[in-house]
């Protein structure tokens, strides 16, 4: 390990746990080459997503499953498919 690579892992360690996650995660997305505006724009997407979701649920056009429920009926599927 290079000193300035070990300089940097000190200074990060150093870090209260929310910085460093904070410090982390930004170095994370920047391996996927992604910047602000690309998480704007998801983030944006994201939001949308869920106001869709809630006008179906608020009008009843969708039902909602019990996630133990859901998860079952998965495993069954895959269980049968299996074979």
């Known amino acids: 390990m290079s ?3 070990a300089e940097v892992e000190r200074a990060l360690l ?10 982390i995660e930004r170095g994370l997305l920047s391996l996927d080459g992604a910047d602000d505006a690309d998480e704007a724009e998801i983030d944006a997407a994201w939001l949308a997503e869920i106001d869709r979701r809630v006008d179906e649920y608020v009008s009843g056009d969708t039902k909602l499953v019990d996630a133990d429920e ?3 009926q998965i495993r069954a599927k895959l269980t049968a498919r299996d074979q």
């Open 70 to 72: 859901h998860f079952a």
């Open 14 to 23: 150093a870090l209260a746990p929310e910085d460093r996650a904070a410090v």
């Open 3 to 5: 000193p300035d690579i």
